[in-house]
């Protein structure tokens, strides 16, 4: 229910949830659209349960122009108690396996920070066949106007992104980009061209845009902009060069 954003003092919360208008309305009147686009098609892909994400993959393969799906691994498992699928290595690794074996295209799986332990999620879809990891989602919180006190949100909490969430994604990032063998697509407050060239040097080999595309529109084209003038400044010949390049 409404409203379902509020602005925080450095980032955003939102209770939206996974909203979209559901797989034939996908297949029937988005698609034709996006294959109209000159440009790598990603779709994110959500689901209840396993089958679900099955399901969509399935339909997925029959759209050429879909070159990668990310596993949104924030979604509640209604089989095991509405829990989340990316809280368990377990569920991670049997999930990302049913979808390796089906799915033609390439594989992201994006994980929530809320888990015990990130790393051995990250293996567990690594070992599973993913072939690259998207970190990280929006932390639970909660905002409360003092005079109704009354929750800013109409789902009472929602998830936390922008700047305030930036070094922990960083963080994240970087004892990922220690432990496993595949990319990984820095997500988290990035809200100005220094944050995305930050992310790639703690490990990441791309970047997402979320909240920060909010406040400014153009914050995709200034980041190329930044980073071609950053690699000729510091000597790099390729973004390649300045990758999982902290000096530790």
């Given at each position: 229910?409404?409203?379902?954003?509020?602005?925080?003092p450095?980032?955003?919360?939102?209770?939206?949830?996974?909203?979209n208008?559901?797989?034939?309305?996908?297949?029937?009147?988005?698609?034709?659209?996006?294959?109209?686009?000159?440009?790598?098609?990603?779709?994110?892909?959500?689901?209840?349960?396993?089958?679900?994400?099955?399901?969509?993959?399935?339909?997925?393969?029959?759209?050429?122009?879909?070159?990668?799906?990310?596993?949104?691994?924030?979604?509640?498992?209604?089989?095991?108690?509405?829990?989340?699928?990316?809280?368990?290595?377990?569920?991670?690794?049997?999930?990302v396996?049913?979808?390796?074996?089906?799915?033609?295209?390439?594989?992201?799986?994006?994980?929530?920070?809320?888990?015990?332990?990130?790393?051995?999620?990250?293996?567990?879809?690594?070992?599973?066949?993913?072939?690259?990891?998207?970190?990280?989602?929006?932390?639970?919180?909660?905002?409360?106007?003092?005079?109704?006190?009354?929750?800013?949100?109409?789902?009472?909490?929602?998830?936390?992104?922008?700047?305030?969430?930036?070094?922990?994604?960083?963080?994240?990032?970087?004892?990922?980009?220690?432990?496993?063998g595949?990319?990984?697509?820095?997500?988290?407050?990035?809200t100005?061209?220094?944050?995305?060239?930050?992310?790639?040097?703690?490990?990441?080999?791309?970047?997402?845009?979320?909240?920060?595309?909010?406040?400014?529109?153009?914050?995709?084209?200034?980041?190329?902009?930044?980073?071609?003038?950053?690699l000729?400044?510091?000597?790099?010949?390729?973004?390649?060069?300045?990758?999982?390049?902290?000096?530790?």
């Open positions: 229910p409404p409203p379902r954003i509020w602005e925080t450095c980032g955003m919360l939102n209770s939206i949830g996974l909203q208008p559901g797989l034939e309305a996908f297949l029937s009147n988005i698609a034709p659209e996006l294959e109209k686009l000159d440009t790598e098609i990603i779709v994110s892909v959500g689901g209840s349960s396993i089958d679900d994400f099955i399901k969509i993959i399935k339909s997925l393969n029959e759209l050429p122009f879909v070159h990668i799906v990310e596993l949104n691994l924030s979604c509640p498992n209604v089989a095991e108690g509405g829990i989340h699928f990316g809280r368990e290595a377990k569920t991670v690794a049997e999930l396996e049913r979808v390796r074996n089906i799915a033609r295209m390439t594989i992201w799986v994006k994980l929530s920070p809320q888990t015990s332990d990130i790393v051995e999620i990250a293996r567990a879809a690594e070992g599973a066949g993913a072939d690259a990891i998207s970190v990280i989602n929006t932390f639970p919180a909660m905002a409360i106007d003092i005079h109704s006190r009354r929750p800013r949100l109409g789902g009472i909490t929602g998830g936390l992104s922008g700047a305030a969430v930036h070094p922990v994604a960083v963080a994240t990032v970087y004892a990922l980009a220690q432990k496993i595949i990319p990984i697509i820095g997500i988290g407050g990035i100005h061209p220094e944050d995305a060239v930050e992310m790639l040097i703690a490990g990441a080999s791309a970047v997402q845009i979320g909240s920060g595309y909010f406040s400014n529109t153009r914050l995709p084209e200034e980041c190329v902009d930044f980073l071609t003038d950053y000729v400044q510091h000597g790099f010949n390729s973004v390649e060069d300045i990758i999982n390049s902290a000096e530790i």
